[in-house]
């Protein structure tokens, strides 16, 4: 069975950093491409990050280029996604999500997500 | 940036009755298109693949058809437990993008 938990979301400052977790299970971690996806209270679902199953190659939307770092461990099947510089905006629940195959696909599973609020 | 535009944004359907819900992309995304099923409180749930194919363990009442740029999401006889909100995702292109959603409530 497909296993995805996050971990990491917490309240923190505008301007703040946090690093969140995903520990994926059931599934060859490192044949998988994975993803970060968000959605504000109220809002719709919104694409972060992706990553491919090496590791090679990394996707993120505008809105957080250059201030959030996806990264991967296949020793122990975790997913990463580094916030730096966060802003109020960047309020929303974190999804990570599994896709089919080493490169961008589908989101074939979900873990339940982990909500960061960044407030003063 | 591929734009999705999912239409209506609300639709009221009665029990039993059939939900016909589109997704239109800017530009064509051949069949790289997904439908997801979200719950009040819950992660969102992979309906559709590849434009029409049914994830593992979905409903046969529910059917995905399009290709290009206009998509379409079927559920043929809706039951109380699909009342929910949908969105249709193109993975064609970086980034990907979803669409706003469709809410589908009970009439």
């Known amino acids: 069975e497909v296993q995805l938990v996050e971990s990491g979301g917490n309240l923190v400052q505008p301007g703040g950093s946090l690093r969140l977790s995903c520990a994926a299970s059931?599934?060859?971690?490192?044949?998988?491409?994975m993803n970060w996806v968000r959605q504000a209270p109220g809002k719709g679902l919104e694409w972060v990050s992706s990553?491919?199953?090496?590791?090679?190659?990394?996707y993120y939307a505008d809105s957080v280029q250059g201030r959030f770092t996806i990264s991967r461990d296949s020793s122990t099947n975790t997913l990463f996604l580094q916030m730096n510089s966060l802003r109020a905006e960047d309020t929303a629940v974190y999804y990570c999500a599994n896709s089919p195959g080493f490169s961008g696909s589908h989101f074939a599973f979900w873990g339940q997500g982990t909500l960061v609020t960044v407030s003063s | 940036e591929v734009v999705i535009t999912q239409s209506p944004p609300t639709l009221s359907v009665s029990p039993g009755e059939r939900a016909t819900l589109s997704c239109r992309a800017s530009?064509?995304?051949?069949?790289?298109l997904a439908w997801y099923q979200q719950k009040p409180g819950q992660a969102p749930r992979l309906l559709i693949h590849s434009a029409s194919i049914g994830a593992t363990g979905i409903p046969a009442r529910f059917s995905g058809s399009g290709s290009g740029t206009e998509f379409t999401l079927t559920i043929s006889s809706l039951q109380s437990e699909d009342f929910a909100i949908y969105y249709c995702q193109q993975y064609n292109n970086w980034p990907f993008t979803f669409g706003q959603g469709t809410n589908l409530e009970i009439k």
């Open positions: 990553i491919t199953g090496s590791g090679g190659s990394t």
């Open positions: 530009q064509r995304v051949n069949s790289n």
């Open positions: 059931g599934f060859t971690f490192s044949s998988n491409a």
